[in-house]
């Protein structure tokens, strides 16, 4: 069954028709102005007032004409210039709150034609640390999987480790210059490499920004990690079984930062893993003259006409021989289109990097890999500090993302112990209460905002029980669940839905917008739309809470379609938070 907003649509939709007036004029929305009165409107008019040469109120009343007495509609009134002010009647509501109380998907629809969407993101570097940017693509792609996937779409998300540029050869040459005893740095063994690393993750965090510090002061040194990355890239044996090592040992470590973050990868591939495409690559490029030479270099000219601003040419082979960031984006695609065959790739990353993006998708277009409007940049911006610049530490490093979540969860802890809340549930339940409300602060807060909106990392706002915030929207949870719980205990349960007070019908009438909420979550490529939605139905579930007593009503019938309503709700609310990477804890 179409939303109730859906439903009013078709027939008025049916009434312009019928004045042939295009149909799309009759599309009704929830409406702002006086929602008590009328939850919904219809604006119509206007335009449909310039195309036949009539007045709008004129219109409108034709259409009132028309629409009245459909069973749909309980009270219609023309407003203002030609407005369309619309007020469901009663039954209508009820057998859409029927249909939303059974149905696993609360209402929401599913997509019938599902295509293959493949999903970039996260893209943390071998042994650097992560910081705010990948929690940001981490959080944001993850939500992003989580709503194709309910939509009803093939979802394959990749982590594309950053395993294949520079810092491989600055951990290279900085593990021989602490170590040049170990094996893997004489060219004359090719083989028979040890198979425990030699290396930890704490020594990969530590040589890492050791070298690029050194390469920063003295040009030999950076010189000697170009060669080095150019050496392995060209297949040095020694390289390669260290790679192997730096990335098995990062990859391990990852896995454990994601799962404590909840956040799930279907691929764990990474740019190295397209290092046997790219020679194929280039001279299929070469070939058919998609690259050109200049200064030895070899690149594509990605320019166009009309550009507002230069963009310059993706540099596919170095003149040293390298590839670069640009080639092993282009090789992944060519392998993503032989092993997934994706009808959208999304690259979930920094806004600072567009015009890389740009470059990479005109190079695809060009050479055929993938036609324009196939691969989009989901652009977002920065989390700052409270001085409204990129978020430092106290001494302007990045921040480490493990350091962020667990001073969130610290905060989150200091909250629930001030407002007496998991108190009762021991040390261990409390602990696991802390984690849900220190995470679903952090990812809310990165959520709710639309995504290319900078926003201040202020974990007080973020771990309030008041206000838009993760942890109020679990805490509404909670609430529900307990209330279910002492429904079961006192033997009511949930019957038909009869809403009758305006704070019923306004409860309805939020659990139906869902659906509009998830496909403009999609659309956009945001969830911002599901974090609204979500806060909409809790504060509609608050206001109904207080209005209407749900174990103390008067009736068996009110109770239990009450207590239906409030099933309901858990069940939407449930769905969203998970749409959004969060959980809500039993208790709290
Ligand atoms: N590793 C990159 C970085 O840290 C992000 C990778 C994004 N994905 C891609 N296909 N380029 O900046």
């Known amino acids: 069954m179409p939303s109730i907003a859906e439903q009013l649509s078709g027939v008025l939709g049916d009434a312009f028709a019928s004045l042939e007036l295009p149909r799309e004029l009759g599309r009704v929305t929830p409406s702002k102005q006086n929602p008590e009165r009328f939850p919904f409107q219809c604006n119509g008019a206007m335009p449909a007032a310039k195309q036949a040469g009539k007045p709008p109120r004129e219109i409108a009343q034709a259409v009132l004409d028309r629409i009245s007495g459909d069973a749909l509609i309980e009270k219609a009134e023309i407003a203002g210039p030609g407005f369309i002010n619309l007020l469901p009647a009663g039954a209508a509501i009820n057998a859409r709150a029927a249909e939303i109380a059974s149905d696993d998907r609360a209402g929401a629809p599913q997509v019938s034609e599902p295509r293959k969407v493949m999903i970039d993101f996260g893209g943390p570097n071998v042994a650097k640390p992560m910081h705010v940017g990948h929690l940001r693509s981490s959080v944001l792609g993850d939500s992003l999987q989580r709503l194709f996937r309910f939509r009803g779409d093939t979802v394959i998300s990749d982590i594309h480790l950053g395993d294949w540029g520079l810092q491989m050869g600055h951990l290279i040459t900085e593990l021989e210059e602490e170590q040049p005893d170990l094996p893997y740095f004489d060219a004359a063994i090719t083989d028979g490499y040890p198979s425990e690393p030699p290396v930890d ?17 003295d040009a030999d040194r950076l010189a000697k990690s170009r060669r080095a990355t150019a050496e392995l890239q060209a297949g040095r044996a020694g390289y390669r079984a260290l790679l192997r090592h730096f990335i098995d040992v990062s990859v391990a470590a990852l896995k454990k930062d994601f799962g404590d973050l909840g956040v799930q990868f279907d691929l764990w591939k990474g740019e190295s893993d397209v290092n046997d495409l790219i020679d194929g690559l280039v001279a299929d490029f070469k070939a058919r003259g998609v690259a050109e030479e200049s200064e030895g270099a070899w690149v594509v000219r990605v320019a ?8 310059a040419p993706l540099i596919l082979v170095t003149s040293e021989g390298s590839s670069l960031y640009g080639t092993t984006d282009l090789a992944t695609i060519l392998d993503r289109k032989q092993t997934v065959g994706p009808d959208l790739t999304l690259y979930v990353v920094d806004l600072a990097q567009s015009d890389h993006f740009e470059q990479v998708f005109r190079a695809a277009d060009k050479a055929g890999l993938a036609p324009e409007g196939s691969l989009e940049h989901v652009k977002f911006g920065t989390v700052n500090g409270t001085d409204g610049k990129r978020l430092r530490t106290r001494d302007g490093g990045t921040f480490r993302l493990a350091d962020l979540i667990a001073s969130a969860i610290e905060r989150a802890d200091e909250r629930l112990k001030e407002a007496g809340l998991a108190e009762d549930v021991g040390a261990e339940e409390h602990d696991r209460v802390a984690r849900m409300v220190g995470l679903a602060a952090i990812k809310f807060a990165d959520l709710q905002n639309y995504r290319t909106t900078n926003y201040v990392f202020d974990l007080d706002r973020f771990t309030s029980f008041e206000g838009k915030t993760g942890p109020y929207l679990l805490y509404a949870a909670v609430r529900v669940k307990s209330l279910m719980r002492r429904a079961a205990e006192a033997g009511v349960e949930p019957g038909p839905i009869s809403a009758e007070a305006a704070e019923e019908r306004d409860l309805v009438l939020a659990l139906d917008a869902f659906g509009a909420a998830l496909e403009q979550a999609c659309e956009n490529r945001a969830p911002n739309a ?3 939605h979500a806060f909409t139905l809790a504060q509609a579930f608050s206001k109904f809470y207080s209005a209407c007593p749900i ?3 008067g009736t068996d019938a009110v109770k239990r379609s ?4 409030a099933e309901a709700t858990l069940k939407q609310l449930e769905l969203c938070l998970g749409l959004l990477g969060l ?5 709290m």
């Open 562 to 565: 009450r207590l239906a309503l």
């Open 530 to 532: 599901i974090c609204d």
């Open 304 to 311: 166009r006409d009309g550009d507002k601003k230069e963009l």
């Open 201 to 217: 993750i704490e020594d990969l965090a530590r040589l890492y920004p050791q070298a690029s510090k050194k390469a920063k002061e």
């Open 583 to 587: 959980e809500a804890p039993e208790r």
């Open 551 to 553: 174990l103390s009503a």
